[in-house]
């Protein structure tokens, strides 16, 4: 045998030896049971602080919704729709729509803006609030006043627990005046979009255990010390934003004014399908975006991605989302 004969024979059980292993393990695998599927792994708590003077603002996440994008925005080609989110790295074959409910403790009161989803199943991706709360402390008994923006179901349904009785026990309600006056009229229910005519009946049974315990409040007026009403109908008819204020410093939950800050913010001439009158719901955007631009006042935003607060700039025809410095204080 020639010295190249051998080595060549060398190699060759070498490399059958690499291979047996992994014959073996080929084998192994069509053999062994397939592998659990790796368990869901929750986000951290989604709760975040900041102060407003004295008053301690808390925003608490209530999870996301996927819809389809096509339809969304209802005077705008989906390509142009789609080329804004892009600009912002969002999806373009969905939208993410992203739920936050402010909290606001004065000291005295313990507030909170709307009120979420409501209880939903274990597998939705909405209706997070109630453990986000008890990650952040918040008891829903010691919630002493709920103020609503307007009756859309993600922002009522909230109001009720699973067993259907006040979420809130001992809170009083506020509710705008103008919402309150469309929504429990049925009488309105055919000059309603039709889309929206379910918040009739939805909006009465989720308001039902409070009835005792409603306050109407008027455009401009104040809700208690340092929560002032601001009207911004168009969203619904009663749209309503809040002006919080201690001293020098202020802030304003602006409820649905726009849906994701990315798009409806940089476009505010885009009209939303969720809108009951799109052409007053884009005046009062603007007037509002205009104000906190202005201003500078700090905002939280119910559609806004998490956690929701920061600023808006003026942006040629539109306006930029500048989200706050995050702080590991308060």
Same mark, same amino acid.
């Given at each position: ?49 900041? !102060? ?18 096509? =339809? *969304?925005?209802? %005077? ?6 789609? !080329?804004?989110?892009?600009? @912002? ?5 969905? *939208? ?10 004065? =000291? ?12 939903? +199943? ?14 952040? =402390? ?18 009522? %349904? ?18 705008? /005046? ?5 929504? &429990? ?17 939805? &909006? /009465? ?7 005792? !315990? ?33 001293? @020098? ?37 603007? !007037? ?32 930029? *989302?500048? +989200? ?7």
């Amino acid at each position: 045998m020639t010295d190249t004969t051998s080595r060549r024979l060398a190699l060759g059980g070498f490399a059958a030896g690499l291979a047996a292993p992994a014959l073996l393990r080929s084998a192994a695998a069509q053999t062994a049971p397939a592998a659990p599927a790796p368990a869901q792994v929750s986000q951290a708590p989604g709760f975040y602080r900041f !102060k407003v003077g004295s008053f301690t603002v808390t925003t608490v996440h209530d999870g996301f919704f996927v819809r389809p994008l096509e =339809g *969304f925005i209802r %005077n705008a080609p989906l390509a142009e729709v789609q !080329k804004v989110l892009a600009e @912002s790295f969002l999806p373009t074959d969905s *939208f993410r729509i992203p739920f936050t409910v402010t909290f606001l403790d004065t =000291g005295s009161r313990l507030v909170v803006f709307d009120s979420g989803n409501g209880v939903l +199943p274990a597998t939705a991706t909405q209706g997070k609030m109630i453990q986000n709360m008890a990650a952040a =402390g918040i008891d829903p008994a010691k919630v002493d006043l709920v103020v609503m923006s307007h009756f859309h179901g993600d922002h009522v %349904n909230g109001l009720l627990n699973g067993a259907g009785a006040a979420a809130f026990p001992n809170a009083e309600v506020v509710v705008p /005046a103008a919402e309150w006056a469309w929504w &429990s009229d049925t009488g309105n229910e055919t000059r309603s979009p039709e889309g929206q005519r379910g918040n009739f009946a939805n &909006s /009465a049974r989720r308001f039902a255990p409070y009835q005792s !315990k409603i306050r109407q409040v008027a455009a401009g007026a104040e809700v208690i010390p340092g929560i002032q009403a601001v009207a911004a109908h168009g969203h619904t008819p009663g749209h309503t934003c809040y002006l919080i204020a201690d001293g @020098s410093a202020q802030a304003m939950f602006v409820a649905d004014t726009s849906n994701r800050p990315e798009l409806l913010a940089r476009r505010p001439e885009f009209h939303a399908i969720f809108d009951f009158d799109a052409q007053m719901a884009e005046a009062a955007r603007r !007037k509002i975006y205009d104000q906190v631009a202005a201003d500078r006042i700090r905002i939280t935003g119910y559609h806004f991605p998490f956690p929701a607060n920061g600023y808006l700039a003026k942006d040629g025809n539109g306006y930029r *989302f500048v +989200p706050a410095e995050w702080s590991s204080s308060v």
